[in-house]
């Protein structure tokens, strides 16, 4: 489903150039959840950025089924996110204009898969029910998280890039969030990629790799 070749990437700092990915290679495949695991800083974040289309490598490339990600203009780029790939970053990125409901089911609605069932049982699972008609600035940080999180599970893409999805929410919650992606793993057959700093999370998932000197490693290495 996805496969990770070669990517190389350095910025430029007053002083010097820092490489910050060293020809990371990896592949996930479909119906697979993977657990990216590494010390703050290292790179997980500019990696996850580079397969989503968001940012471009030095050298090398990614590949999502057959497509070249990597080879994609901003534009092309843009609509396989709208399309296939689902993003859950640390910024919400809530549309402040629509409510909870709205949001949720934007992406969906967007990619022509809406499914009411679908949605609606991810706004209970998710906590979210009573909160449909309220708009992004009446909730909390956690509460919009889950919205963001329900937004891009609703359209069920191919993969889904999720960076510390859990890390404003309870344990409890958390729980639940991931329970709702690994349910949608095996449902779909999508590939499910998760930076995260807590063991117990990474734990839950069928493998864990650890970025480390600009290279990725399986953890138990």
């Known amino acids: 489903m996805l496969g990770v070749e070669g990517l190389t990437k350095s910025y430029t700092s007053p002083s010097r150039r820092v490489a910050v990915l060293r020809g990371v290679e990896f592949a996930v495949a479909a119906g697979e959840a993977v657990a990216l695991v590494g010390e703050s800083g290292c790179g997980k974040t500019t990696l996850l950025q580079i397969i989503a289309g968001l940012d471009k490598p030095d050298d090398g490339k990614v590949w999502l089924n057959t497509q070249e990600i990597t080879a994609l203009d901003d534009h092309a780029a843009a609509d396989l996110r709208r ?7 640390q910024h919400y990125n809530l549309i402040a204009s629509l409510t909870v409901a709205d949001n949720v089911a934007f992406q969906a609605r967007l990619s022509g898969r809406e499914d009411t069932a679908w949605t609606a049982s991810l706004m209970r699972a998710l906590g979210l029910d009573g909160l ?23 359209y069920r893409p191919s993969l889904i890039l999720a960076d510390e999805p859990t890390g404003n929410l309870d344990e409890d919650t958390s729980d639940a969030v991931l329970d709702l992606c690994l349910s949608l793993v095996r449902q779909t057959g999508c590939a ?7 063991p117990r999370l990474a734990g839950r998932l069928d493998r864990r790799l650890r970025l480390s000197a600009g290279q990725v490693h399986s953890d138990a290495d």
């Open 83 to 89: 399309t296939a790939l689902g993003l859950v970053f």
């Open 132 to 154: 449909e008609g309220r708009y992004p600035e009446q909730l909390s940080g956690g509460q919009q998280q889950r919205v963001a999180i329900g937004r891009t599970l609703a």
């Open 192 to 198: 499910f990629v998760m930076v995260t700093h807590a």
